[in-house]
Nanobody
């Protein structure tokens, strides 16, 4: 069964940085796109950033200029580099893969921005 899994979450102070990783259990080329979503307590899950198989990227307005999504096809991994983190970035971050045979969610990784 195809799986996607996240890593790299943690606690960081405002203004700090973190890098999240999403690794696929099968070749990343089976995915049309991979995205990062997040869900804060009491709020709906929202799209943060996405990257397509053709390396086209898309960002939510709230993270534009602070977050960068990238992929390393040799490692079947998509990264989310997060800089200048704010308390409102606190959420569970989920990886989502859309591809051949279906769509797949990861289990999520907690990011907490607090002093």
């Amino acid at each position: 069964q195809v799986q996607v899994g996240e890593s790299g979450g943690g606690l960081v102070q405002p203004g700090g940085s973190l890098r999240l990783s999403c690794t696929t259990s099968e070749t990343i080329f089976r995915f049309y796109a991979i995205a990062w979503h997040r869900q804060a307590p009491g709020k709906q899950r929202e799209l943060v950033a996405s990257i397509s198989s053709r390396y086209e990227t898309n960002y939510a307005a709230s993270v534009q200029g602070r977050f960068t999504i990238s992929r390393d096809d040799t490692k079947n991994t998509v990264y989310l580099q997060m800089k200048n983190l704010k308390p409102e970035d606190t959420a569970v971050y989920y990886c989502y893969g859309s591809g051949v045979g279906g769509n797949y969610w990861g289990q999520g990784t907690q990011v907490t921005v607090s002093s």
